[in-house]
């Protein structure tokens, strides 16, 4: 006899929607589940006002789409959809929640967050001749809500979604799974795990070179155009061009001799001038909203890389009343730490016993604190990345220099180093605005997005300024040409209304 489940596993879901929508939406993950292999049956039990779901095996999941109890507390038009594993195998309990959590939004969630978009919702209104029709397009952008408006637009813009791929960077962010359900049943639009990236770019190149067409990389990362140099050159080709978003990207292209036009939103004057100072404030809420408890005000903490976004963390935590260190390897820029009042030193082990901080966080893009260091921190200090994938801090040498590591759940993994403190390392490490949450405010991160959409109709239309290579003056002056920032202006600037109409 295979083992159980015990006790009962409950998921719920909080769906925005009108009445008629979240019927629609409940029925329509019956009927796929009705129709999956995982499951032998499904009935509807009109006593408990819920659907029974048979399983493979003999498990049994009950699926009710409920109200809040509590009304006041949940946002306007709240429908709770739970279902319950009530028996079943592990297996059975895999399959059942799989299918449960892939969840498309709903029109009014959508239509939210297209209201809270206003300039990549609108982009075919600022190119109305459908320039990216002759292309493909392969992304690897965020799964989050926002992303979603950004793939409308790119259809709207001229892409065939049978030409689109999406490569998901399996990130827990805070929706990651609607997010994917909702490219896969309500766009019909391939999406293929990180895990499987190299299988993903082959899929998507066979599909698109087949419609006589070539692509753009529309990246946050450098996941793709490296992959595609180093393991199927033969297909660079392609690709017409390169959209980045993120300095991690640069440097995995940074070493490459690129045969494709980059696009460098990732280097452009608005991510540096504008964004920075957002992700650091998302990077810096989650924190504290994982560690509701913690009292900051006054403790040390320690910032490491004083870069675009480390500059802007190190002034976000001093201005909640942290005592703020910093440290770079590159001598400018710890110079300029300096004189901007933050206090520094050198080497690191030095400044980490002298300041012993309770905090830090890690913005250096590279493994940048190991567990020589972490052995001269403070019991219960936490360690937080905003770099990307868990690049920053040396995970392998903290376990392996540890007597228990313990898996915290959503805040983390906790290391009890041999002979030092234990530390918490936020977020197993991942970044941390990422982390079962959706950084920027869809407001905010607005203005990147519809950047990346403008560098996909540049490259797609040819644009003569951009050469192999990085383009990052042309990036900026297509930037400044199109538009967007000055919108952006107007939106939010002093004669704004803060993009409420
Ligand atoms: N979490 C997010 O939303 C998000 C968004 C954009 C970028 N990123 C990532 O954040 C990281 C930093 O981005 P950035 O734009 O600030 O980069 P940046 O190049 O402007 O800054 C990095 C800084 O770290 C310093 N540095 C490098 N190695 C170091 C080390 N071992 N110790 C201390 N300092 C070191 C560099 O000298 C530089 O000053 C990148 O990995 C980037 O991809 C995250």
């Given at each position: 006899m295979s083992a159980s489940v015990q006790p009962p596993v409950a998921h719920a879901v909080d769906v925005v929607a009108s009445e008629g929508e979240a019927r629609h939406l409940a029925g329509e993950l019956v009927a796929r589940l009705a129709v999956s292999p995982d499951v032998r049956g499904m009935q509807w039990d009109e006593g408990a006002a819920s659907w029974l779901c048979t399983l493979a095996a003999g498990g049994r999941g009950r699926i009710t789409l409920a109200a809040p109890a509590d009304p006041a507390s949940a946002a306007q038009h709240t429908h709770r959809l739970v279902a319950v594993l009530e028996q079943g195998t592990p297996a059975e309990a895999e399959a059942f929640f799989r299918a449960v959590r892939h969840l498309p939004f709903t029109a009014t969630e959508i239509a939210a967050a297209v209201a809270e978009l206003p300039l990549t919702s609108r982009l075919a209104e600022r190119w109305p001749h459908k320039p990216l029709a002759p292309v493909g397009v392969l992304l690897t952008i965020?799964?989050?809500?926002?992303f979603l408006v950004l793939v409308d637009s790119l259809i709207a813009l001229g892409v065939d979604p049978a030409h689109m791929t999406v490569i998901d960077k399996e990130y827990p962010y805070a929706h990651t799974h609607r997010v994917d359900a909702h490219l896969v049943y309500r766009r019909g639009i391939a999406v293929w795990r990180y895990r499987d990236l190299l299988e993903g770019i082959e899929d998507h190149i066979g599909r698109v070179a087949a419609a006589g067409k070539r692509s753009v990389i529309m990246d946050d990362g450098g996941y793709v155009l490296p992959a595609v140099l180093r393991d199927l050159p033969a297909h660079a080709g392609h690709f017409t061009g390169l959209v980045e978003q993120t300095t991690s990207g640069i440097r995995k292209v940074d070493g490459l001799e690129l045969p494709v036009p980059l696009f460098s939103v990732a280097e452009s004057d608005m991510k540096a001038m504008i964004e920075s100072y957002g992700i650091a404030d998302a990077a810096v809420r989650n924190t504290l909203r994982l560690l509701p408890e913690e009292k900051f005000e006054g403790q040390p903490a320690l910032v490491l890389g004083f870069g675009r976004i480390g500059r802007e963390v190190a002034r976000v935590l001093a201005g909640r009343r942290m005592r703020v260190a910093v440290f770079d390897t590159d001598i400018t820029r710890l110079v300029a730490a300096h004189e901007e009042g933050f206090l520094t030193g050198r080497p690191l082990t030095d400044l980490v016993s002298a300041h012993r901080p309770r905090l830090v966080i890690g913005c250096?893009?590279?493994?940048?604190?190991g567990v020589e260091q972490s052995r001269?921190?403070?019991?219960n200090a936490f360690l937080v990345s905003t770099t990307?994938?868990?690049?920053?801090?040396a995970l392998e040498e903290l376990r392996q220099g540890s007597t228990a590591v313990t898996d915290r759940g959503v805040l983390g993994t906790s290391y009890r180093l041999a002979g030092g403190p234990e530390v918490l390392v936020l977020g197993h490490g991942m970044p941390i605005n990422f982390h079962y949450a959706e950084s920027l405010p869809n407001r905010y991160v607005d203005l990147v997005l519809a950047a990346l959409a403008a560098g996909a109709v540049a490259l797609s239309g040819g644009d003569e300024r951009l050469r192999p290579g990085h383009n990052v003056a042309a990036t900026n002056a297509i930037l400044a040409e199109s538009g967007i920032v000055d919108d952006y202006y107007r939106l939010y600037?002093?004669?704004?209304g803060g993009g409420r109409g």
């Open positions: 965020h799964h989050m809500r926002d250096a893009g590279s493994r940048s604190f001269l921190l403070p019991s990307s994938r868990n690049f920053e801090f600037g002093p004669a704004g």
